[in-house]
């Protein structure tokens, strides 16, 4: 009889030691930076909601639509913190034929502005399935990278990881999106850096990107892809056509101060002198409302938060860890850094959003999934009976 105690205490005991173990594994800093930013992406989607004459909770408001995405966000990762992330190398082929049949799906059947082909309907809410494809990509090319672990000075193994990434590319461009591929640049080079890629073999690849620069600029790029890309460097030149945009994001960021205007008082938002206000350029009203001071604080948890994704990669014990933090890390700085310097006028307009803060339920999902993945690897790791 005493045996049959001892046993449900014991297994009590395991128990309380394991969630216990979990709980210290858990990267809390990495969840509260999140939850934050995600905070004022909802402040700005109130703003744009009012300043639309809509009710914050108005049927299809701005606002209502961040609710519904975030709550969606939430349990995303919470179920990507629970999953055993050790199956994602399992099951990293089957993940790369979905992340090419959800492209070449967009593709065929997407709807966009100007003949593009970039969203499809679900369940009457729009989503862009390459932002989905960003963290499919970091989760192969971290598979790869991981198991040619000390290989990468050689020259084949460079050019697999980049032939693997090329079809979602070429896929991601035909729609098209120049800013997500991009993201998948910077993500490729990101991780080539941090598997530890010959430098010499690296800068061979980016020497062969600048020559071909020509010929993307002539046969590839749409005529309004240069507009946008040439037009920061003098937007004054052509005030109402191409530069335009760039000209109105200037005035709403110079206008809000050190402090801002306040919530919902932005001018350019108001009188909707500026486009995309929502998307894109959010982080220009985000400046005006909150002013220098908000957006400076805005910064700081992005940098704050990429910083433990990083330190959760070199902690990691698996080679898998390392490389997945990586890429999640360089897609983070590569779109933050080009969306807050195309709304100050020093990058290309590109079309690449902010993540948390830029309206868009696709972008705020994965980036869930990926940081719900990256605490999945900080738990296993942290729990040696797993």
């Known amino acids: 009889m005493g045996a049959i105690n001892a046993r449900p205490a014991r297994i009590a005991d395991w128990t309380s030691r394991s969630v216990g173990t979990i709980w210290r594994a858990f990267d809390l800093q ?23 004459g809509d009710g914050a909770l108005a049927t299809g408001s701005v606002f209502l639509r961040g609710l519904l995405w975030t709550s969606i966000a939430l349990v995303v990762f919470v179920i990507a913190t629970a999953f055993d992330y050790r199956w994602l190398k399992t099951l990293a082929w089957p993940l790369y034929a979905l992340q090419v049949g959800l492209l070449l799906l967009t593709l065929a059947i997407g709807s966009g502005l100007g003949g593009s082909s970039r969203w499809i ?27 040619r672990r000390g290989q990468m000075g050689s020259l084949w193994n460079i050019i697999g990881a ?8 070429v896929l991601v461009l035909l729609q098209p999106d120049l800013g997500t591929s991009l993201v998948f640049g910077a993500i490729v080079v990101g991780m080539l850096f941090m598997s530890g890629a010959s430098l010499r073999w690296l800068g061979a690849g980016i020497m062969a990107v600048l020559a071909a620069l020509p010929f993307v600029w002539t046969y590839v790029l749409l005529p309004y892809q240069k507009e946008r890309l040439t037009s920061f460097l003098n937007p004054l030149a052509d005030v109402r056509g191409a530069g335009y945009q760039l000209y109105q994001s200037q005035i709403a960021v110079g206008s809000g101060g050190w402090f801002g205007k ?18 894109d350029f959010v982080f220009a009203i985000l400046a005006e409302e909150l002013g220098f001071i908000g957006a400076m604080v805005v910064i700081g948890l992005f940098v704050a938060l990429i910083w433990r994704v990083l330190v959760g990669g070199w902690r990691s014990k698996d080679p898998f860890g390392t490389m997945f933090a990586a890429g999640l890390g360089s897609m983070l700085v590569f779109q933050l850094f080009v969306n807050v310097g ?19 339920g696709a972008s705020l999902i994965s980036v869930a999934a990926g940081l719900g993945i990256l605490e999945s690897i900080n738990i296993r790791q942290g729990r040696a009976e797993w």
Do not use: C, R
């Open 30 to 52: 990495i969840a509260t930076y999140a939850v934050v930013l995600t905070l004022f992406g909802l402040a700005m989607a109130y703003s744009n909601s009012v300043a639309g």
């Open 121 to 147: 309907s679900v369940l009457g809410l729009q989503f862009q399935f390459s932002e989905l494809a960003k963290i499919l990509m970091i989760i192969i090319l971290a598979n790869y990278l991981s198991a």
């Open 162 to 169: 980049i032939v693997l990434a090329g079809p979602p590319w």
């Open 262 to 279: 306040g919530l919902t008082n932005s001018t350019q938002n108001q009188l909707d002198f500026l486009p995309v206000q929502t998307t």
């Open 342 to 360: 195309m709304v100050i006028g020093i990058m290309p307009i590109t079309g690449i959003p902010l993540p948390f803060i830029t309206h868009g």
